[in-house]
């Protein structure tokens, strides 16, 4: 399988915006029949984190989610928050986003890339920060670009949970889990293959180094379940293992 997908991946801009952009100009379809590799069409992942959510973050404050993407849980987070700000670095997700969300009044979407000096500016000061699948597709440079202004971001009060991929195993292996084989790839799968930046893992170690305790308190971690699209076919292949985490920058 290794050389069909050198073959597949070789196709993917290096320029990591443009990837991205490109990537999400051509999805035609969102949610459990779409396209989109990470969409499961269902709020059981969001479920799964609204507990936390509830316990740690300031329900006064909104809340801004990096890297929304078609802004999926960007509405999930509008029942729990007075104002959802999506900020992603494609403006075809957030066109997306914004045609998906016409009848929600308390979101709006902005495009940025959050690892770009000064990105924080004119969004809310002292906000919540929402983060789902971004920091592990970041290398170590815009993971510690991003974590600056996530700072800046949450000011006094807000706090920062992230939910990322935390796969242990090679790209061979992470691919086979998603349902790829040698005779067939799911077509989000092989979409993402094509399209898009390597991805890494992102756990405790990972946080540490973009996080560290030097600076940010850990305020509550764990596993995680991540939800992809059902598109494998395989049962229960459709979740990754993944890791979360709730962190306050320290004063
Ligand atoms: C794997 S997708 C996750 C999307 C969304 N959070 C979700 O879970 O459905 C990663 C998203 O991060 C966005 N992204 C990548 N680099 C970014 C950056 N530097 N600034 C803002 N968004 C970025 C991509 O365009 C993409 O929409």
Request: with cysteine.
């Amino acid at each position: 399988m290794i050389p069909k997908l050198v073959r597949l991946s070789r196709s993917a801009p290096k320029d990591r915006p443009l990837a991205w952009d490109t990537y999400w100009a051509g999805i035609r379809a969102t949610g459990a029949a779409g396209e989109v590799l990470w969409d499961s069409g269902t709020d059981q992942e969001f479920l799964s984190y609204k507990e936390v959510l509830l316990r740690h973050l300031d329900p006064e404050l909104p809340v801004v989610d990096i890297g929304c993407g078609h802004g999926s849980f960007s509405r999930a987070l509008a029942g729990l928050f007075p104002e959802v700000i999506g900020v992603d670095v494609s403006a075809h997700a957030v066109n997306r986003a914004e045609d998906e969300s016409a009848e929600f009044r308390n979101v709006r979407f902005q495009v940025r890339d959050m690892t770009a000096p000064g990105a924080e500016k004119d969004l809310p000061r002292e906000a919540n920060v929402f983060i789902r699948g971004v920091l592990h597709v970041l290398g170590a440079a815009d993971q510690a670009a991003l974590a600056e202004n996530l700072r800046l971001l949450v000011g006094q009060r807000g706090s920062v949970f992230l939910a990322e991929t935390n796969f242990q195993g090679n790209p061979v292996e992470y691919v086979s889990h998603l349902g790829a084989t040698s005779r067939s790839i799911p077509a989000p799968l092989e979409r993402a293959i094509r399209g898009l930046p390597m991805p890494g893992r992102f756990g405790p170690e990972e946080r540490s180094r973009a996080l560290p305790p030097t600076a940010w308190q850990l305020v509550e971690d764990g596993p995680v379940a991540i939800e992809t699209n059902p598109a494998t076919g395989i049962s229960g292949q459709g979740r990754v293992p993944g890791y979360y985490a709730v962190l306050r920058p320290r004063t």
